[in-house]
């Protein structure tokens, strides 16, 4: 017997940097208005022809974070809407770093394209911040969190790192300067952790170098009105959900340079009564995550048309 879909409580989930791929987004544009539509408003938006940068790459200027960020938001927004059309909308909504503002504008807190021209800004900030202060990340796997932030706090005194994404119960990703990462690298490995890998990214991002670039996003979002959100919308940075404008507003600031606590975002929605997650946007990080996280709740990827158009409703 099938679950009453009225009585099951959905999340929507967005991805963040590192789910993007060359060719995403296209078969969304192609067989779509509401694709077609979305592209070419971010076009104008952001003055560039994203559509071409996703669809056609290359992947090396795919993965600049001034295209990766506007590129993931406009994939998640179009699979949002197409959602949406079947009629899944969500109960509750969070997305992992730049997925935030993917959530935001889900929940109508941010309009697309304010939403886009706020990301827009935060993207060239980080990447900047990355070019002045270069960092370093690398997850860090087969330790427990606390582990994790204790190896931070003995390798401070080589360089700065803290723990910047709380991926999964063995999984933390740690971030900061270059000599900082590689000395808890090193102290990891000889605590017994089963790995750890070194992520290839512009900057240490929820580290303590972008706290330049998070001074000036957080007067720039100052200009942004934030609306009241259609569902509450889960922070990184305080891993609760949230109707109230001004917090989200205040939690997108502090975003940059604290750590994503998604272990307990995750944990907090299913203790909210949340049994269904849909991965709202490319790939399917977020749902090998949300496994590890909890096994009981059902994942369902929504990046691809023919996943949208399988979606249960």
């Known amino acids: 017997m099938k679950p009453d879909s009225a009585k099951i409580r959905k999340a929507f989930l967005f991805p963040g940097q590192g789910s993007q791929f060359v060719g995403m987004g296209r078969d969304l544009f192609e067989r779509s208005e509401i694709g077609k539509s979305c592209f070419e408003s971010a076009g104008r938006v952001l003055g560039t022809d994203i559509a071409t940068v996703c669809f056609n790459g290359p992947e090396e200027k795919l993965k600049e974070t001034r295209h990766t960020q506007p590129a993931l938001v406009i994939h998640s927004t179009v699979a949002c809407r197409l959602l949406a059309g079947r009629g899944i909308v969500p109960d509750c909504a969070a997305g992992h770093s730049l997925g935030e ?11 697309f394209e304010k939403g886009l021209a706020l990301v827009r800004e935060r993207s060239l ?7 002045a202060r270069p960092g370093a990340m690398a997850a860090v796997i087969g330790l427990a969190p606390d582990a994790v932030e204790e190896i931070c706090v003995e390798a401070r005194q080589t360089g700065t790192v803290q723990p910047a994404n709380y991926n ?4 933390t990703v740690i971030s900061g300067s270059p000599e900082g990462v590689a000395r808890a690298s090193e102290i990891a490995r000889g605590k017994g952790a089963k ?4 992520l290839a990214v512009s900057g240490a991002f929820h580290s303590p170098l972008m706290e330049e670039a998070a001074d000036k996003f957080v007067r720039m979002l100052q200009a942004f009105v934030f609306e009241e959100p259609s569902v509450p919308v889960f922070s990184n940075v305080s891993a609760a959900g949230s109707t109230d404008p001004s917090l989200l507003r205040e939690n997108a600031g502090l975003q940059m340079t604290s750590p994503v606590r998604w272990v307990q975002t995750v944990q907090n929605m299913v203790s909210d ?10 790939g399917r990080v977020l749902a090998g995550l949300v496994k590890r996280i909890d096994r009981n709740v059902e994942v369902i990827p929504c990046g691809t048309w ?8």
């Open 101 to 111: 503002f993917s959530a935001l504008i889900a929940a109508g807190a941010l309009s």
């Open 125 to 131: 900030l980080m990447q900047d911040a990355g070019s």
């Open 168 to 171: 999964s119960p063995e999984q």
């Open 195 to 198: 790995r750890v890998v070194e």
């Open 273 to 282: 009564g949340v049994t269904r997650f849909y991965e709202v946007g490319p």
């Open 306 to 313: 023919d996943e949208i158009a399988a979606a249960p409703v």
